[in-house]
Each structure stands twice: as C-alpha cells, then as structure tokens.
C-alpha cells in the first residue's frame, strides 16, 4: 500500500508519519511525504528525533506535492493530512486520489527553538499512535470504503 502523507512546508509532521507508516509496517506500506509550500529542508528537528528513535534519516526530503501529481509517479491507495485543524494552516488537498483522511497535529515547526524537543516529542507520540493503530487493522484486506472508515476513526481517536 502506498500512502501520501501531506502538510504545508513537508518538514517536521509529514516527515515523521512517512517514516514511522514505512519502518514500522514490515513492508505492508511504503510512506512517501510532500508539502503545498515546502521549506526546501527537513527540521533539524525531526532528524534528531528521528535518529533518537532508531530510524533512518537519509533520504529523507522537503519536496512539493507536485512531484506525486507527475507521469510515473507512485500510485496513492490513501492520502493523509497531517496539518493541525486549530493552526488555521492551508491543508492541501490530493485531488483524485482514492482514500483521503485527516489526521491533524498541531506544527511543532512553528514552536520557539527552546521547546523544540516538547513539541516534536509531542507530535511524534501523537502520530506514532496513530500509525500503531492502523498498522494493527489487516489494511491488506480492506475495501477502499473500510479503509476510509478505519482512517478516519483513527483520526478523531488519536
């Protein structure tokens, strides 16, 4: 299953769920990351935390939304926004693409640099939790219209 995983400058929130769905599925989802403004870099940040965690982080990029709308692009079973609801960001939106959900979290890009570590942390364990919980759902098995539902139930639980 490929997954989209979208949000405003693709450098902290996006980068986390993509590498989380990737490295925690075994192999079930290949996680890809975009943003419609993309800062051109990954938050210091999110490596940090990330390599904290054990994942990789080479590779790993800020990159626009447009690159997925591209001939040969990879084909997207689900796009997922990941832009905090209350932050009053502009959420892009995957036209066309099968399933779409929203997982909102509040950016912690735009936290002070002295609260960097809480509000990524903070971040991370609200998606981590959220991956976890579709990751344990047999998404293999699912119709469009099931994994829709599961999605969304993930979502607003998390």
Same mark, same amino acid.
């Given at each position: 299953?490929?997954?989209?995983?979208?949000?405003?400058? %693709?450098?902290a929130?996006?980068?986390? /769920?993509?590498?989380?769905?990737?490295?925690?599925? %075994?192999?079930?989802i290949?996680?890809f990351?975009?943003?419609?403004?993309?800062?051109g870099?990954v938050?210091?940040?999110?490596?940090? /935390? /990330?390599?904290?965690?054990?994942?990789?982080?080479?590779?790993?990029?800020?990159?626009?939304?447009d690159?997925y709308?591209?001939p040969?692009?990879?084909?997207?079973?689900?796009?997922?926004?990941?832009?905090?609801?209350?932050?009053?960001e502009?959420?892009?939106?995957?036209?066309?693409?099968p399933v779409?959900?929203?997982?909102?979290?509040?950016?912690?890009?735009a936290?002070?640099?002295?609260?960097?570590?809480?509000?990524?942390?903070?971040?991370?364990?609200r998606l981590? %939790?959220?991956?976890?919980?579709?990751?344990?759902q047999p998404?293999?098995d699912m119709?469009?219209t099931?994994?829709?539902?599961?999605?969304?139930?993930i979502?607003?639980?998390?």
């Amino acid at each position: 299953m490929n997954i989209l995983v979208l949000c405003t400058g %693709n450098s902290a929130r996006s980068i986390l /769920l993509e590498s989380l769905l990737t490295h925690r599925s %075994n192999g079930r989802i290949t996680a890809f990351s975009a943003g419609s403004k993309p800062s051109g870099k990954v938050h210091p940040q999110s490596l940090v /935390l /990330l390599a904290r965690e054990g994942f990789p982080t080479d590779g790993l990029s800020s990159q626009s939304w447009d690159v997925y709308a591209e001939p040969g692009a990879p084909v997207m079973d689900a796009v997922i926004t990941v832009c905090g609801s209350a932050a009053g960001e502009e959420c892009p939106i995957w036209p066309g693409a099968p399933v779409r959900a929203h997982w909102g979290v509040e950016d912690p890009a735009a936290a002070l640099e002295a609260y960097w570590e809480e509000a990524f942390n903070l971040a991370y364990m609200r998606l981590s %939790n959220r991956a976890a919980a579709l990751l344990d759902q047999p998404i293999e098995d699912m119709t469009p219209t099931d994994l829709q539902k599961t999605l969304n139930e993930i979502g607003a639980q998390f």
